[in-house]
């Protein structure tokens, strides 16, 4: 590698922000300087909005229409909350019933294995006493 000198320091500093004024030109020409023209592009509704020339668009109806539109985004979110909610308590009362009905078999798989531990055991006095 190169040994750069103190005099060369500067020099490669503004070389480097040439560089960087260049690319950034030439990215603005590219996306049309666009952002400079209008950096908070309005809404375009269907009623059309008037061209103000460099103090960018107004549009008459995008106030009411952006209202009606978060009301409606509203009402259809809380629509949707409510039906979740609603859904959820009734998966919860589904897990509640199924969480006894485990319950109510498990006890009565217990007093099945009791019953058949006591057959088993009949069985063997019975084969006990008939080699007798």
Known sequence: MRNITKKQMPERAIVRTLVTAIVM???MVFTGCSYLQHP???LK??????????????CPNSSLTMAANTSEERA????????LQGEKERVEAEIADQSKDSDR????????????????????QLGQIKHN
Not at 45 to 58: A, F, H, L, T
Not at 76 to 83: C, S
């Open 25 to 27: 030109t030439g990215w």
């Open 40 to 42: 908070n592009p309005p």
């Open 45 to 58: 509704q269907v009623s059309g909005c008037i061209d103000k020339g460099r103090s960018g668009y107004w």
């Open 76 to 83: 259809a979110t809380k629509n949707d909350l409510l039906r």
């Open 105 to 124: 078999l498990s006890k009565e798989l217990s007093t099945l294995k009791q019953q058949i531990m006591d057959l088993e055991v009949q069985l063997e």
